[in-house]
């Protein structure tokens, strides 16, 4: 059987305008000890300014604490275990926190939040036609998380919608490229074949999510079944390859029994059967061995040949 996973076949993305790397940043309760110092600075200046020229030199110095305060308390910035946040200023990325803590940045840029930690997804069901035209209903499930913050905020568009949108059309191309079941073994099948039918998806979701600085941890179908429209008849036809299968199996038991019993009846001389005879046994055994309903007993009170 081959078991290879096929090479991905996936839209060429434009190249990524950016890539994350470390943003510039202090230690912010440093920052947050000096600005509340500057705002009691400030005050005290104002109570203590006097008159006259001295109450105006003084006034403005606490101005310009005051604002040199509100910039250390505007430039702090907490960042949560499990998230970082992007640094932009002027609209230039400037470099993404990933340190958790209060940290200090430019007061200007703006500092947007980005969780960084593991998700689920799962796709809404949806009805497409595998390989053989056969409709079917599949779903899945997919964990990923955000590897990349740069190109996550810069190179697409609500990251979040684009890794919905690319996991569901990499399952309906999964769905479409393989049949529900197949009767061989030289073909892959959805039911059959599920280690490499996901490590397949796996592989195209991560090559279409990749533009977008995600990172595909796993991928399950959680719903494979058929379409309601033939459900009813893919189970007679399962039903009746099942019994088919089982009639196999019977009929390979009951012949090794036949055979193991004539074997032994000629081995240990219980009794001489010529050809005819031994064709009227094998045909009495296998009407007892391979019969759905028990059989009945008839004694024979006569010799061997009446």
């Given amino acids: 059987m081959n078991t290879q996973v096929s090479s991905v076949a996936v839209p060429k993305f434009p190249a990524q305008p950016v890539s994350e790397y470390q943003a510039g940043s202090v230690p912010g309760l440093p920052i947050l000890a000096l600005g509340i110092a500057g705002v009691i600075l400030g005050v005290v200046l104002l109570i203590e300014h006097g008159q006259g020229t001295r109450a105006i030199v003084l006034s403005v110095i606490a101005i310009l604490v005051f604002i040199s305060s509100e910039l250390c308390f505007h430039g702090l910035t907490p960042v949560q275990t499990g998230e970082a946040r992007v640094v932009q200023l002027f609209g230039r990325y400037r470099g993404t926190i990933r340190t958790p803590g209060l940290q200090w940045v430019n007061p200007f840029a703006r500092r947007r939040r980005v969780s960084t930690r593991i998700r689920n997804l799962e796709t809404s069901m949806v009805k497409v036609n595998d390989a053989d035209g056969n409709p079917i209903e599949i779903a899945a499930v997919v964990v990923w998380l955000v590897e990349d913050t740069g190109k996550a905020i810069y190179a697409v568009d609500a990251f979040e919608k684009f890794v919905a949108i690319q996991a569901e059309t990499a399952v309906r191309h999964i769905a479409s490229s393989y049949a529900y079941e197949v009767g061989d073994g030289d073909r ?9 039918i996901t490590a397949r998806l796996s592989a195209e979701i991560a090559a279409r999510v990749a533009s977008a600085g995600v990172q595909i941890v796993e991928s399950r179908l959680t719903r494979l079944s058929y379409a309601a429209e033939i459900a009813q008849a893919m189970l007679r036809r399962q039903a009746a390859s099942a019994v088919v299968g ?22 240990q001389g219980v009794v001489e059967l010529d050809e005819e005879r ?22 024979n009170t006569g010799s061997l040949y009446q």
């Fill in 278 to 299: 031994k064709a009227a046994m094998v045909s009495n055994l296998l009407v007892v061995l391979c019969s759905e309903q028990a059989t009945q007993q008839v004694v």
């Fill in 246 to 267: 089982a009639r196999q199996v019977i009929v390979q038991g009951a012949v090794g029994m036949v055979k193991l019993a004539l074997v032994q009846l000629e081995e």
């Fill in 188 to 196: 892959l099948s959805l039911r059959a074949n599920a280690d490499e």
